[in-house]
């Protein structure tokens, strides 16, 4: 246990957003009401909302959403009485008219702006939209594993100088161990003022133990969703997280029996069953290709008689990134008429 934990640390709960990946984005209203009202109950600082990829990116490329926009915002809205409302936008999919939307028409006090580990510039005028509305700005850098401390740094640094206010890295395939977070989380926290934000996933099975890690290293914002809810493997799973966190000495402000209510909950309500590390997902990892592809990978195998740990490999030797999944076809199309991947 350290005893140098400065602060109370910002969990952040895209529990009803990245969760949406694994149920294909057919969350509905009185799923959207119920969890929030539970996550508001625990006193989670901040609940993020949306399709999987965010604003706008209910398409047929990534799949339509159950219900719109608005009416997720609207539900969540109403329910976050005391946690903060954030939402996630990814530069493609969304526009300033839905950051817009979301801030003005629904009262989302949050906004994060995704964009891939070495292309901050692409935020650079979303975060200039989102600070003119008075919502708080932040962005993070997906796929972060394919850049490494020093670089990460400095496009964190130019986040920061668009007005980001807090600013971080997302382990999008699962892929580290705790000391390559610790090293880019240090590298980041020294390069800039604001809060460092660490987003994991558990295709290793190492998500609590990277963000604890996080944590030490001195990011301020940890993501966790209930029961792990997340692309691929999941997330790191809130209820476990929050309280050995506590034990480390990082303050949450939550109501931990509560929050294991509100896990029940989502246990029981969100998900067909928890995420689990299956093959698949390990592949995913080790390839370090994009949790959220694991669905889309698994339906181009089985269409072209594949197998997929042999797809993800392709992937990752492609290094395809989050937005690219036209290429996830193609790419089994050429190991099926190669007659590999079988």
């Given at each position: 246990?350290?005893?140098?934990?400065?602060?109370?640390?910002?969990?952040?709960?895209?529990?009803?957003r990245?969760?949406?990946?694994?149920?294909?984005?057919?969350?509905?209203?009185h799923?959207?009401?119920?969890?929030a009202?539970a996550?508001?109950?625990a006193?989670?600082?901040?609940v993020e909302v949306g399709h999987?990829n965010?604003?706008?990116?209910s398409?047929?490329?990534?799949?339509h959403?159950?219900i719109s926009?608005?009416?997720?915002?609207s539900?969540?809205?109403e329910?976050?009485t005391?946690?903060k409302?954030?939402?996630?936008?990814?530069?493609?999919?969304g526009?300033?008219?839905?950051?817009?939307n979301?801030v003005v028409?629904?009262?989302?006090?949050?906004?994060?702006?995704a964009?891939?580990?070495?292309?901050?510039?692409?935020?650079?005028?979303h975060?200039?939209?989102?600070?003119?509305?008075?919502a708080?700005?932040q962005?993070?850098?997906m796929?972060?594993?394919?850049?490494d401390?020093?670089?990460?740094?400095e496009q964190c640094a130019?986040?920061?100088?668009?007005?980001?206010?807090?600013?971080?890295i997302?382990d999008?395939?699962g892929f580290?161990?705790?000391e390559?977070?610790?090293a880019r989380?240090?590298?980041i926290a020294s390069a800039?003022?604001?809060?460092?934000?660490?987003?994991g996933?558990?295709n290793?099975?190492m998500a609590v133990?990277n963000s604890?890690?996080?944590?030490e290293?001195g990011?301020?914002?940890i993501d966790?969703?209930?029961?792990g809810?997340?692309?691929g493997?999941?997330?790191?799973?809130?209820?476990?997280l929050v309280?050995?966190?506590?034990?480390?000495?990082h303050?949450?402000?939550?109501?931990?029996?509560?929050?294991?209510?509100?896990?029940?909950?989502?246990?029981?309500t969100?998900m067909?069953?928890p995420p689990?590390?299956?093959s698949t997902s390990l592949?995913?990892?080790?390839?370090g290709?994009?949790?959220g592809f694991?669905k889309?990978?698994?339906?181009?195998?089985?269409?072209?008689?594949v197998h997929p740990?042999?797809l993800f490999q392709?992937?990752g030797r492609?290094?395809v990134?989050?937005g690219q999944?036209?290429?996830?076809?193609?790419a089994?199309?050429s190991?099926?008429t190669?007659?590999?991947?079988?």
């Amino acid at each position: 246990m350290t005893s140098s934990n400065q602060g109370r640390l910002i969990v952040h709960d895209p529990t009803l957003r990245d969760g949406q990946h694994a149920v294909r984005h057919q969350l509905d209203r009185h799923q959207i009401s119920a969890y929030a009202t539970a996550a508001n109950a625990a006193r989670v600082p901040v609940v993020e909302v949306g399709h999987g990829n965010g604003l706008g990116a209910s398409s047929f490329q990534v799949g339509h959403s159950k219900i719109s926009d608005d009416e997720m915002l609207s539900t969540a809205r109403e329910a976050l009485t005391h946690s903060k409302m954030a939402v996630l936008m990814a530069p493609a999919w969304g526009t300033s008219a839905d950051l817009r939307n979301a801030v003005v028409r629904h009262g989302a006090d949050v906004a994060r702006i995704a964009v891939h580990c070495t292309e901050a510039t692409a935020a650079e005028r979303h975060l200039g939209v989102i600070r003119e509305l008075g919502a708080e700005a932040q962005a993070v850098l997906m796929m972060s594993h394919m850049a490494d401390p020093g670089q990460l740094a400095e496009q964190c640094a130019l986040l920061v100088g668009y007005g980001a206010q807090a600013v971080g890295i997302m382990d999008s395939a699962g892929f580290y161990l705790p000391e390559d977070v610790t090293a880019r989380i240090g590298s980041i926290a020294s390069a800039v003022e604001v809060p460092v934000i660490f987003h994991g996933h558990n295709n290793l099975g190492m998500a609590v133990a990277n963000s604890v890690a996080a944590a030490e290293a001195g990011a301020r914002v940890i993501d966790a969703c209930a029961r792990g809810f997340g692309a691929g493997a999941g997330n790191t799973q809130l209820e476990a997280l929050v309280p050995v966190l506590e034990r480390y000495g990082h303050a949450t402000g939550i109501d931990v029996r509560r929050l294991a209510d509100a896990a029940d909950l989502a246990g029981q309500t969100l998900m067909p069953a928890p995420p689990s590390i299956d093959s698949t997902s390990l592949a995913s990892g080790l390839a370090g290709v994009f949790s959220g592809f694991k669905k889309p990978v698994m339906e181009a195998a089985s269409r072209e008689g594949v197998h997929p740990w042999d797809l993800f490999q392709e992937l990752g030797r492609r290094q395809v990134i989050a937005g690219q999944e036209d290429v996830i076809p193609e790419a089994a199309r050429s190991l099926a008429t190669r007659g590999t991947g079988r």
